[in-house]
């Protein structure tokens, strides 16, 4: 048995719905995770998926802000959700997978959405940022205490960190700014150690390849410019890792029409 799963930040699940449907139609992940769907609970558009075969949907959303999902086409046993941080703001959600999942029961799936941190660098100055560098260390402090990655798991979403030198377009222009500043970057490699996981989409393509998954809105011509930023992961358990078998970045998804300006990321597993 082959095992996709998919992360991708949508912003906005309703507004992209029917981007949503493209690419499940296109791609047919076994798993789905969306991040930033902007959504209440009871506004999802869980009729748009199901039809397409995804009956198995988890959410945790708030109205215009934050929110996560998962889009399954197997079964869960359980579901539940994790504030870090010190705010109540949609950020975690997590699913295992029932028995009647097949080879793929007990499967834990981690959806997260690290926040954004605002433009400027500074805790002390930018309370956005301050926000983003506690939510890094509870993240790391999760992975050591409640071992996570101890089974069969995997952790995705957007995690607003691009950790390594050619996951953005320009190291050198790129180290004072936001997502790739040596202390988010220090704190997220921290959090894949604690939790002892393994990045699976740089275990199958590894540096010095550049990869992006998120090209921002204000560019005249992103294709050109090409400046983008690997802020969408997949981490998977150290006993999974012999059994990953392919990734994609699906960038084509930037060039849609109102596209969000992250792509999906997808692994397969044996």
């Not at 708030?62 to 996560?68: D, T």
């Not at 071992?147 to 798991?153: D, M």
């Not at 930037?254 to 990321?265: F, K, L, N, Q």
Request: net charge positive; with cysteine.
């Amino acid at each position: 048995m082959a095992l996709t799963i998919a992360t991708w930040n949508i912003n906005s699940v309703r507004l992209r719905s029917g981007l949503v449907q493209k690419f499940l139609k296109e791609n047919k992940p076994d798993i789905l995770c969306l991040q930033e769907t902007k959504c209440p609970d009871d506004q999802f558009p869980h009729s748009d998926f199901r039809k397409l075969g995804y009956g198995h949907i988890a959410v945790s959303g708030q109205k215009g802000y934050h929110g996560v999902a998962v889009l399954s086409r197997l079964p869960f046993a359980t579901q539940s959700v994790k504030q870090f941080a010190g705010k109540t703001d949609c950020r975690h959600i997590s699913v295992e997978l029932s028995d009647k999942a097949g080879p793929a029961s007990g499967l834990a799936v981690h959806n997260f959405y690290v926040p954004a941190g605002g433009d400027i660098p500074d805790p002390e100055a930018n309370e956005k940022f301050a926000h983003k560098l506690a939510f890094l260390d509870e993240m790391s402090l999760w992975g050591k205490k409640e071992k996570p990655a101890q089974k069969k798991a995997v952790l995705v979403g957007d995690l607003n960190v691009a950790p390594l030198e050619h996951d953005v377009w320009s190291h050198k222009q790129m180290i004072d700014v936001v997502s790739h500043t040596p202390i988010e970057c220090n704190k997220l490699t921290a959090a894949i150690k604690s939790g002892k996981w393994v990045d699976a989409v740089r275990t199958l393509k590894p540096e010095p390849e550049k990869l992006f998954t998120w090209w921002s809105y204000r560019a005249a011509d992103w294709v050109a410019s090409n400046r983008g930023r690997r802020l969408d992961h997949i981490w998977v358990s150290e006993d999974l890792t012999g059994s990953l078998k392919k990734t994609d970045i699906h960038r084509d998804a930037r060039g849609w029409e109102r596209p969000s300006d992250h792509v999906p990321v997808t692994i397969t597993v044996a």
